[in-house]
Antibody, heavy 120, light 109 residues
Framework: EVQLVQSGAEVKKPGESLKISCKAS????????IGWVRQMPGKGLEWMGI????????RYSPSFQGQVSISADESIRTAYLQWSSLKASDSGTYYC?????????????WGQGTLVTVSS | QSVLTQPPSVSGAPGQSVTISCTGS???????VHWYQHLSGTAPKLLIY???NRPSGVPDRFSGSKSGTSASLAISGLQTEDEGDYYC???????????FGGGTKLTVL
């Protein structure tokens, strides 16, 4: 069974750093990409970026380029989304999802989401 | 503002049918559209992929279509548990990335 299990909710202050994780099981981790999707409170889904664990190739949405860092560790089947200096506007729920990497491909399995709250 | 445009909301009574539209210039380039169901408190779920295909386990009450720069998700035999948000998704070559529509909130009256 394909599963993506994300790390738990986080409460942080502006300026702090944060790294959340997404652990995959039930499929060949290096055969698929892992994408990250943001949902701000009361808003829709936004694609942030995507990483290929096989060679760490990473692509970012222009809206998130330079704002976050996406990585993966193939040895422990885990993908990461990282901030070096959080802002209040980074508050939201973040989902990881599996993707085949092709232009016409979809996000077929999703993690349960990680709620990030940034507040002073 | 999303490059894929969806109506903010649709509604219908139990047993009725509704259609959710999604328009985008990326469809004109031939890219397919996928649909997701996002129920409150749960992870998004793939509902339709590549315009009209249903993943295993998705009821045939859900169907998709695409023509030109428009796509649609049709839900027949509405059930109260269908209430939630629905998103279309495709690839946008001008952005060099994947994009979601703004989402449509389905209310089952």
């Amino acid at each position: 069974e394909v599963q993506l299990v994300q790390s738990g909710a986080e409460v942080k202050k502006p300026g702090e750093s944060l790294k959340i994780s997404c652990k995959a099981s039930g499929y060949s981790f290096s055969g698929y990409w892992i994408g990250w999707v943001r949902q701000m409170p009361g808003k829709g889904l936004e694609w942030m970026g995507i990483v290929y664990p096989g060679d760490s190739d990473t692509r970012y949405s222009p809206s998130f380029q330079g704002q976050v860092s996406i990585s993966a560790d193939e040895s422990i089947r885990t993908a990461y989304l990282q901030w070096s200096s959080l802002k209040a506007s980074d508050s939201g729920t973040y989902y990881c999802a599996r993707h085949r990497g092709g232009y016409d491909d979809n996000f077929d399995y999703w993690g349960q989401g990680t709620l990030v709250t940034v507040s002073s | 503002q999303s490059v894929l445009t969806q109506p903010p909301s649709v509604s219908g009574a139990p047993g009725q049918s509704v259609t959710i539209s999604c328009t985008g210039s990326s469809f004109g380039a031939g890219y397919g559209v996928h649909w997701y169901q996002h129920l409150s408190g749960t992870a998004p779920k793939l509902l339709i992929y590549r315009n009209y295909n249903r993943p295993s386990g998705v009821p045939d009450r859900f169907s998709g279509s695409k023509s030109g720069t428009s796509a649609s998700l049709a839900i027949s035999g509405l059930q109260t548990e269908d209430e939630g948000d629905y998103y279309c998704q495709s690839y946008d070559s001008s952005l060099s990335g994947w994009v979601f529509g703004g989402g449509t909130k389905l209310t089952v009256l």
